[in-house]
């Protein structure tokens, strides 16, 4: 089938798959048949390669896969990233890792700096896009909650990959305001107090960083995490 794909012959293909062939089948490389039909630009053979099972995460990590298939895209407005990223086990999460993946390769390849920057744009549009579809079928904190292969939840993949338009998306940012208040209902004054308190007296870290399950305890961690969030957004 590698072989095949490598040529082109997508109808060789299709009947290698019919005939059970493993679509996953890697080559001593460890190279499956999607990255030939990427590296050799041959977008029929992506396409129908991706509608097949495969490995998502585990492609992510081959970055000449990733390159290759930002070159199919550009004769066909991203098609084979869109369909890349529609047809993973989360979209949302895997069009966020492949913004940021892209824009880490375009400060490296000097000479493809600009398609690579242009992708990283599609492929974070395309997380705010799905965000917001998926947040009108479902409850955003559940979203944001939602851990990937890691055991990461998404609201932390967002921050750590800089995702400032996904994050700055209205339900995400709903989410944020009640995680950073905790859901305790206090004033203004009174939240600005006792945030100094606890920024000025360790003590007062070191009581609520125990695992208590209070309410002050959840505004106290998100404190910190927000403090983090906006060091991360405010740099540069």
């Known amino acids: 089938m590698h072989y095949s794909t490598k040529a082109g012959h997508l109808n060789v293909v299709k009947l290698f798959v019919n005939s059970s062939a493993d679509a996953q089948a890697e080559t001593k490389e460890g190279k499956v048949p999607l990255c030939f039909a990427a590296a050799h630009n041959h977008i029929d053979c992506l396409r129908f390669l991706l509608k097949q099972k495969h490995d998502t995460h585990q492609l992510m990590e081959d970055r000449k896969f990733i390159f290759d298939l930002m070159v ?4 066909t407005k991203d098609e084979p990233l869109q369909e890349f990223i529609l047809q993973s086990p989360a979209p949302i999460d895997t069009a966020v890792k ?5 824009r880490d390769m375009s400060e490296k390849e000097k000479e493809r700096a600009k398609d ?15 965000l917001g579809i998926a947040a009108s079928e479902y409850n955003a904190a559940l ?9 990461r939840p998404l609201l932390d993949v967002l921050i750590e990959n800089e995702q400032k338009k996904v994050v700055s998306y ?6 944020l305001t009640e995680i950073w208040t905790g859901r305790v209902d206090w004033s203004f004054w009174k939240f600005l107090f006792f945030a100094i308190v606890v920024f000025i007296c360790p003590p007062a870290w070191f009581y609520f960083s125990l695992p208590l ?22 740099k540069n």
């Not at 209205?170 to 989410?175: D, F, L, P, T």
């Open 72 to 75: 199919c895209g550009k004769a």
């Open 98 to 102: 492949l913004s940021s993946l892209y």
């Open 116 to 130: 690579l920057s242009n992708v990283a744009v599609f492929a974070e549009k395309m997380a705010v896009e799905l």
């Open 143 to 151: 979203l944001l909650k939602a851990k990937d292969h890691r055991g």
């Open 170 to 175: 209205a339900s995400v940012q709903r989410y």
């Open 213 to 234: 399950d209070s309410r002050i305890g959840q505004f106290y961690y998100y404190y910190l995490f927000y403090m983090h969030y906006a060091c991360c957004f405010t």
